[in-house]
Every structure is written in structure tokens, then in C-alpha cells.
């Protein structure tokens, strides 16, 4: 390759990694966290001090994104969100890299350089919901170099590196469980006529990749499980992982909204994979084996966005990577002028500039949405009339009061969903959802409260919370009126604080 052209390539990736690292500056600025990471980060510190994952704090994700998260903030300081974020964008960049080694194998560098950039501009697409260190995210990397190790060009028979990108495949999944479907293609991918047929394999051949590529994932999930048995919380890891996601409803309402959304708000990148992905296209001579797969990657990420059938906007970013890597051949003919784009399809000087107003608007409704974000009065007022060892319970969906407060939960449920049924997604007005109470949830509340008594149990009474309230939980409601007495009251809610001894109307404490 010329000196100039290695130049140009430099620093073309040089501008990817500033165009990176700004759009995702609002993030690195902000000084909370960002959706989901709230209630991840109050799992992780709970870990930090000494505590397990779902039985001191409860939430439905798989061990290993609470053990990321522990890591940070073990090594960075607890609730320190400037390195959460900082690991976000490590975290995206090298997602980016692995895009760019898939890219530049099939193809050449620039293809590489290509895919970084489409997974750099899409992969937090439109809100300021996405710039979280959500599982979506965290489980694209090791999916990402799973796919550059499975998709290396090689002629050996036995390929010991296929048991790594089991091991990343399985990963993925110990990350955010949807990462299990997207591994299903990857196995196939040995099997499949072309991938032996461009390598000159046998059937036995592609067994034994498949097999090495199971081993790995397998021996990596024994292991896991080895651990999580160690700890006695392999039971309660399974329930929380895979057994309590029963689909209770289906909202096809925001299914369809938020997917026009992710369609409209990605088009470049949804025009392109179609372009690119097109069997009758050259791009993929003596790749057939690997266009088949990445449009099975993508048919993997429909499903595993849909599976939860919720339908968050954060869901579709596992659908960005294989997008990404079909897109980006295209684009990398047409910007070089190899191509020439269909009549009703935007040329190289178009789409290059709706790229950049993608990536402005983007950033523009992601530092807005960032800036409206503010702290609750209720916690404020919790951090001012207590002490760090102090503990709370907010009855509510509000995980957020215990990072502004600065106390730890009083009860394994972070979010009180165990103890309501509440189902994820929205509202369900006209539907009790009390008959999906997790099976012993009150009785663990109780056993919490004995174990350490919150000092303030805050009733919100905003949003989706204002569907549950105290009175018709007689447990809590009962604690609540033997034990303590409203404090304050504020436009989310309701404190009430606890009375050591007795009270003004004669009752006595026994928590």
C-alpha cells in the first residue's frame, strides 16, 4: 500500500476515535448515572462490600455485567461515575476495533475503518438513554471479537482459537441474555457448503470447528456456574437470569413506534446493510459463507430485541454490529466511487453529509436529555437527616433515590417489582398484578428489615409508582403504622421515619 494512502487511513482513524470520544463527551461529563447503570451500580456496590448478587441485591441480569461493574468500582472508587463512563467509551472503541479486524479481513482497511465509524455513530442512537453502560453494549464487544476470531481466514484443520471465541460467545451471554441467540449463527457458520468450500474443508473438519467452538463456550458457562455454586447463589442466579422472565404482556404499540424510530433514526445504516447484504451483489464473491451469517446475525438481533417484548430503545443496539459490518463494503464503494448508487439512493456527497447531520442530531438531543436530569427532593432530604450507615427502602420504582441519597437499600429489591408483580414496559391499567408476586419476596422483606432496619422508608407516589399504593401491601403497610411515622412529604412522595422505643401514640418498635 502507498505511504499516502496509509496516511490517509491513519488519519482517517484518528477522526473516528475524536468523532468517538466527543459524542460521547456529554457522558464522560456527567456526574450520575445513566439509566440502567443505576440500579447495575447499586448491585456492583453491594459486591464491593462484601455482598452477593441476587441476595442482597436484587436484579435480572446475568452475573458477569455485575461483576464488570464491581471491577470499576473496586478499582476506581465506589458510585465513581467518570470511570464507569470513561470504561464505556474504552468499552465502545473496542467493540470498534474488533468491527474494524471483521472488516479489514473480508475486505481491506477502509471497509474496517467503515464499520468502526457506523458502530460509532449508531450504536448510541437518538436518546441520552443509550450513552448508559447498558448489557446491550457491554455484550456487542465479546459477540464483535468472537465474530473476528470465527471469520479469520485460515486452512488449519483444527483451530484451537475457536474455543477463545467460544469462550467470548458465552461471555456475551453471562453479560445480557439475548447474546445467546446471536452465538446460534456462529456455529452454524462452520457447517455451512460455502465456509468449506472457500477453505477447501471437509465435513469433519467443520465438526470439529463446531465443536471447539461449543467446548468453549460450555467449559466457560461450567465454570461460571462452578463459581456462582461457591458462593451459594447458583440457584438464585438461574431463577433471576432466565427463570423470571415469563412474558406477561407483549406491547406492540411501542414494538412498532420505537422500531419506525430505529429505522427512521438509522437509515443510513438500514440502507446500507440492505444494499450491501444483497445476494446479487459482488461484494460478496468467495464470502458467501460470511454474508449468510451476518444476515442471520441480524435475524439473531431482531429476535433477541423482541424476546423481552418490551421494546426499549436500548434493545436495538445489538442489531447495530452486523448492520454495521454489511453497510460498511457498500459505503466503502461508494465513497471511493467503485460504485454507483441506484437512482432513488443517495450518491457519496448525500449520504456522507446525512451521516454527519445523523451524528449532530444525535448528539443534540443526547445533551439535552442529559441536562434535564436532576436530583429528587426526597433524597435530598434523606442525605441531610441521616448518616452514611443509614439505611433506606423506597416503596417504588425509583432506584435512582438511593444513588442521590448516598444509602445503601435496607432490602434485597433495589426495585420493588418482586413485591408488586409490576411488569416491565409500561403501565397495565385494569390488570392486578399482585398474582405475579415473586413466590417469598414479602417474607424476605421481613427477614431484610430484621437483618437492618431502614432508618426512612420513602413511598413515591410519581410515575409508574403511583399504581401500587402502601395500603394494599398489608405487610408493609403494617410495618409502616407500628413502627413509623411520616416526616415529610414532597412532590414525589411521602417519608416516613423510624421510632426506636415508642412512639407518640403508644405503640412500640419491634422491627
Known sequence: MPISSIRKLRLAALGILCLTVLTRLPSLLYSHPIDDETVYSIVANEIVD?????IDAVERKPPLLFWTYAAVFEIAGKFNWHALHAVALLWVLGTMAGLYVIGQQLFDSATGLIAALLYSVFASWATWKNLAFNGELLMNLPLVWAWAIAFRRTSSRVRLDLIVAGALLCAGFLLKQPAAIAAVPIGIYFLLP????????????SLVHTLMLT????VTLALVAFQLRRQGILADAYYWTIGDHAIRHVFWNRGIVHTLAFIGGCLPLVIGAAMGGRNDHDIW???????TTLLWLVAASVV??????????????QLVPPLALLAAPYYARLWAKRTQPNRWLPGPAVSFAWLAATVVT?????????????????????????TPSDRIFVWGHSAKTYIDAGRRPACRYVLTYPLTGYVFGAPL???DTRKWIVPGAW?????????????????VRTGRSRQYPIRNFPILAGILAESYQPVSKTDEGVIYRRFDGELPDGKTNNL
Open 50 to 54: 462484601g455482598g452477593r448478587p441476587y
Open 194 to 205: 460455502s465456509y468449506r468450500a472457500s477453505r477447501g474443508f471437509t465435513i469433519r473438519s
Open 215 to 218: 467446548t468453549g463456550f460450555f
Open 285 to 291: 464473491a468467495a464470502k458467501r459463507a460470511e454474508r
Open 304 to 317: 433477541g430485541a423482541a424476546a423481552g417484548t418490551r421494546f426499549y430503545p436500548h434493545y436495538y443496539i
Open 362 to 386: 444525535f448528539a443534540f438531543a443526547q445533551s439535552v436529555g442529559l441536562a434535564g436530569r436532576h436530583s429528587l427532593a426526597m433524597a435530598r432530604y434523606v442525605t441531610e437527616n441521616s
Open 429 to 431: 391499567p385494569g390488570i
Open 443 to 459: 417474607s424476605n422483606l421481613e427477614q431484610d428489615f430484621r437483618s437492618h432496619p431502614p432508618l426512612y422508608v420513602l413511598d
